[in-house]
């Protein structure tokens, strides 16, 4: 059988990143506040038609870096991130020879719900 994703989580191996994936979520909600700030600075700076570049940019600039590195933690994994703001992650994994969803959002305990692919949150179904 073809499917979509090559890797796929037990819930065991999904519950296990449970604690890294939450500092990983903080961190990239962490930089995608700095980089509003920063950005607030860089359009307020150029709007007076101040030079933009020197600490502000590279600031912008590392924050950037930040959060691209947080978010290839997840693609690296497969790991799904549906919504940063609520920590919603899907996670493949196969359920009676099926390929579904793993779900889990950032203020749950445990991985708890699944979902059809295409059905998304709106289709969560329990997790026996």
């Not at 990983?24 to 038609?49: C, P, S, V």
Request: hydrophobic residues 35%; negative net charge.
């Amino acid at each position: 059988m073809k499917y979509r994703f090559e890797k796929h989580y037990t819930r065991e191996e999904a519950r296990a990143l449970l604690p890294r994936l939450r500092q990983w979520l903080a961190e990239l909600n962490r930089l995608r506040t700095d980089l509003e700030r920063i950005e607030k600075r860089l359009g307020g700076l150029a709007g007076q038609g101040h030079d933009t570049g020197g600490e502000t940019v590279n600031n912008w600039i590392r924050a950037l870096a930040g959060m691209q590195a947080v978010l290839a933690e997840f693609q690296h994994r497969q790991i799904i991130l549906k919504d940063p703001d609520r920590g919603l992650l899907d996670f493949p994994a196969i359920i009676g020879g099926k390929e579904v969803f793993l779900c889990w959002e950032s203020d749950e305990d445990d991985i708890e719900f699944w979902h059809d692919l295409d059905t998304g949150y709106g289709g969560r179904e329990k997790l026996e």
